[in-house]
């Protein structure tokens, strides 16, 4: 799971870094994955694989979601 997890933030890192994708829609995986975290939370599961798993993803998005701020605004400023 923790492999297709992966592959497929990386596919979704290349749109994202080129600014293919809207703000809104990096947001939205975080609200997302904030949603997954509190009802994991919710039910005592913060001691699993896929919790840790879930966290290491939001750090990945809130890392595109930095990138993004820098890459993209410049390009909107060319």
């Excluded at 979704?12 to 293919?20: F, G, R, S, V, Y």
């Excluded at 993803?57 to 993004?68: L, Q, S, T």
């Amino acid at each position: 799971m923790k492999k297709i997890a992966t592959k497929m933030l990386e596919n979704e890192k290349k749109d994202a870094l080129d600014c293919t994708v809207s703000d809104e829609v990096v947001d939205e995986w975080l609200d997302t994955i904030e949603e997954r975290k509190k009802k994991m939370q919710e039910h005592h599961k913060t001691d699993t694989e896929q919790y840790d798993m879930l966290l290491g993803i939001e750090n990945e998005v809130k890392e595109i979601k930095e990138i993004r701020k820098k890459k993209c605004q410049k390009k909107q400023d060319d």
